[in-house]
């Protein structure tokens, strides 16, 4: 089955520097890619997601970078802001066949005012 | 604010008792999932129901009991559980798993302690 690995696990920034969180997945006919941001107390929120036909996407200041031959996609966020302070989920599955999203292990991103 | 609402918010249960978990969502979603997050860890699928029917069960003990009731309604009964159960349980919604990208759309839990 799929396997998602993140990195960091922790990542700490000044305000107004970028951010980069990355994840590794195993199964190659994975093909689509969100990410989820966890604010305290609320439950998971998607901010951005990729399909494997393509190779970036941005959103204001939000990217997301997919490299297939590697098996491996990055969020970037720029500008970093303190409501940016949250707990960062990439995952991974394939859209057919019903298979379900894997999550990788999340990055705590505190933003350093 | 989130379009799939969850109640209660936080629940407090012995081992003996019995307890329900809710959730509704108005989006038209056909697919529902309940999702158990312990602290520092993602969320782990337990349960989805697609047009109403169980799809999916990952070998979740029979103390965790799935109902939906309609398209609109989750329901996650709880029975003699045990401390070790303590987490966030989330419930999430998204079109049918077989009709696209299926992009979840989670609640924001309910915070569950079991003395």
């Known amino acids: 089955g799929e396997n998602v690995e993140q990195h960091p696990s922790t990542l700490s920034v000044q305000e107004g520097d970028s951010a980069v969180i990355k994840c590794t997945y195993s199964d190659s006919a994975s093909n689509y890619f969100p990410w989820y941001k966890q604010e305290l107390g609320k439950g998971p929120q998607l901010i951005i997601d990729?399909?494997?036909?393509?190779g970036e996407k941005k959103d204001q200041r939000i990217a997301v970078t997919l490299n297939k031959t590697a098996k491996h996609f990055s969020l970037h966020i720029t500008e970093t802001q303190p409501e940016d302070s949250a707990v960062y989920f990439c995952a991974a599955r394939r859209i057919q066949g019903a298979q379900k999203l894997v999550f990788g292990q999340g990055t705590r991103l505190t933003i350093n005012p | 604010d989130t379009e799939v609402t969850q109640t209660p918010k936080h629940l407090v249960m012995g081992m003996t008792n019995k307890k329900s978990l809710k959730c509704e969502q108005h989006m038209g979603h056909r697919a529902m999932y309940w999702y158990k997050q312990k602290a520092k860890k993602p969320p782990e699928l337990m349960f989805v129901y697609s047009y109403e029917k169980l799809s999916i069960n990952e070998s979740v003990p029979s103390r965790f009991s799935p109902e939906c009731p309609n398209s609109s309604l989750l329901n996650l009964h709880l029975h003699a559980l045990q401390p070790e159960d303590s987490a966030l349980y989330l419930c999430?919604?998204?079109?049918?798993?077989?009709?696209?990208?299926?992009?979840?759309?989670f609640g924001a839990g309910s915070r569950l302690t079991v003395l």
């Open positions: 990729i399909r494997s036909n393509v």
């Open positions: 999430a919604s998204s079109q049918p798993r077989n009709s696209g990208a299926n992009v979840l759309t």
